[in-house]
Nanobody, 114 residues
Framework: QVQLVESGGGLVQPGGSLRLSCEAF????????VGWYRQPPGKQRELVAT??????NYADSMKGRFTISRDNDKNTMYLQMNSLKPEDTAVYSC?????????WGRGTQVTVSS
């Protein structure tokens, strides 16, 4: 059974940092392209960052602040978030995809507030 488990969310002050983790179970993780998405309150889900065949892509508002990475030995992907802003408040979800296979984590809440 495939499962993606996110961790690392929480409450942080503006300007602070968080690192999200997403561990994959039941898949050969190294085969998969990975991504992070977020859903702000009252809005639709949006792209944060993806890694496809080693190439990374970021939404414009995250460039220079967020970094996506992975450790295939640990079956884990990460999202390092720096210089957080209140508008970064959202539920963050990880995604892995390979051929027709596409799996999502349940999400972790990130709240940026003073």
């Amino acid at each position: 059974q495939v499962q993606l488990v996110e961790s690392g969310g929480g409450l942080v002050q503006p300007g602070g940092s968080l690192r999200l983790s997403c561990e994959a179970f039941g898949v050969t993780f190294s085969r998969y392209n990975v991504g992070w998405y977020r859903q702000p309150p009252g809005k639709q889900r949006e792209l944060v960052a993806t890694e496809t065949s080693g190439n990374t892509n970021y939404a414009d508002s995250m460039k220079g602040r967020f970094t996506i990475s992975r450790d295939n030995d640990k079956n884990t992907m990460y999202l390092q978030m720096n210089s957080l802003k209140p508008e970064d408040t959202a539920v963050y979800s990880c995604n892995i995809r390979w051929t027709s296979l596409n799996f999502w984590g349940r999400g972790t809440q990130v709240t940026v507030s003073s």
